[in-house]
């Protein structure tokens, strides 16, 4: 591979992978959306979990959005184990309304978590959001 030295020192690759990442990101996306509408949480959060890891990189390590990814770790562990969208708990087992309650807090965290990596992912400019005035002819 060829590298060129950076202002920062760092090397640079002259190569961009962020098409790829691009992709990775869309096929992460797609997998979340899937899983949500399952009702999976458990691979839900897995999905939610690997979009961050393509985003940390580019954060400061340490920092805020750090701590508030592992808000929502706390949170969730706080709420037990993440349903899988089965519904295999027995023939003729009545889900009790507190199990309900939890699932139905799981999601909310969940949509949640996933909006708030959604933000981040627009704030980094590899998301949904776009600078109108940034032209394709220019």
């Known amino acids: 591979m ?3 030295k950076a ?5 640079k690759s002259k190569y961009n992978s962020g098409q790829f990442n ?12 899937k899983h949500a ?9 897995a999905d939610l979990d690997r979009v ?8 400061k390590e340490g920092g805020n959005t750090d701590k508030k ?3 929502f770790e706390g949170e969730l562990d706080k709420l037990g184990v993440l349903w899988n969208g089965s519904n295999d708990e027995g023939y003729g087992v009545i889900i009790i309304e ?3 309650k939890i699932r139905r807090n799981q999601f909310k965290l969940l949509i ?26 220019d």
């Open 7 to 11: 202002d920062d020192g760092l090397q």
């Open 2 to 4: 060829e590298y060129e």
């Open 112 to 137: 949640k978590k996933e909006i708030w990596i959604r933000r981040l992912q627009n704030k980094q400019g590899k998301g949904t959001a776009y600078d109108e005035n940034e032209g394709w002819d």
């Open 69 to 71: 990814f592992d808000d």
């Open 98 to 100: 507190d199990t309900l």
């Open 22 to 33: 691009n992709i990775r990101l869309h096929n992460l996306w797609l997998d979340c959306h």
């Open 37 to 45: 509408r399952q009702g999976n949480l458990i691979k839900w959060n």
């Open 52 to 59: 961050w890891c393509e985003l940390a990189s580019d954060e």
